[in-house]
């Protein structure tokens, strides 16, 4: 079955950058969402296909594509983002969502 | 505004089957699907299917084909996951979310409907 991979955890201080990558053989052709998610609260959709960010999210979060990677990064981290991250993306067939096994970002 | 609420928290026993609704108001339902996801304790999000709500189109994840049926009710702007032959390891918060693509996303979420299998 498909799989996306995402670094388990990822730390950076207030104020530097948070890069968070996740990687499948089928972004190339299916399209990229990211959502973060706090302790005992649903989702939120940070970005949507691939780098397009909803209404409401800060302009420090953004999305980018190479190949079989994608990239989440945050400018400008500040307390309030730490929080899992998850993308999520389809099979190449688009027949079958997925997610990523979760980014827990530490603001230190 | 968009809204998607859930039916309250469900505790099943082994074997049996639980029916979550998600009731959508503040949009049209039929231009958008309904996407189920489900998050055990402590572990990730587990995507398990998409329902169009033009015309009742789906998709299921692998894992739970056979046991999950996903349903509308456009009258009523509502969705539905029904899971049969539940087991202790479907124990889990399952949440529904509005979702254009069947291929992915969610940008207004239910609140979540627990459900323990014990």
């Known amino acids: 079955s498909y799989e996306l991979t995402q670094p388990p955890s990822v730390s950076v201080s207030p104020g530097q950058t948070a890069r968070i990558t996740c990687s499948g053989d089928?972004?190339?052709?299916?399209?990229a969402f990211w959502f973060h998610q706090k302790p005992g609260q649903a989702p939120v959709l940070v970005i949507y296909?691939?780098?397009q960010r909803p209404s409401g999210i800060p302009e420090r979060f953004s999305g980018s594509t190479s190949g079989t990677t994608v990239t989440l990064t945050i400018s400008g981290v500040q307390a309030e983002d730490e929080a899992d991250y998850y993308c999520?993306?389809?099979?190449?067939?688009?027949?079958?969502?997925?997610f990523g096994g979760g980014t827990k970002l530490t603001v230190l | 505004q968009v809204q998607l609420v859930q039916s309250g928290a469900e505790v099943k026993k082994p074997g049996a089957s639980v029916k979550v609704s998600c009731k959508t108001s503040g949009y049209m339902f039929t231009s958008f699907g309904i996407n189920w996801v489900r998050q055990a304790p402590g572990q990730g999000l587990e995507w398990l299917g998409w329902?169009?709500?033009?015309?009742?189109?789906?998709n299921y994840a692998q894992k739970i084909k056979g046991r999950v049926t996903l349903t509308t009710d456009t009258s009523a702007s509502t969705a539905y996951l029904e899971l049969r032959s539940l087991r202790s390891d479907d124990s889990a918060v399952y949440y529904c979310?509005?979702?254009?693509?069947?291929?992915?996303?969610?940008?207004?979420w239910g609140q979540g409907t627990l459900v323990t299998v014990s």
């Open positions: 089928a972004l190339p052709k299916q399209y």
């Open positions: 999520q993306s389809a099979d190449s067939s688009g027949t079958y969502q997925v």
């Open positions: 979310a509005r979702s254009l693509l069947s291929t992915g996303g969610g940008d207004f």
């Open positions: 296909q691939d780098s």
């Open positions: 329902i169009s709500g033009y015309n009742g189109n789906t």
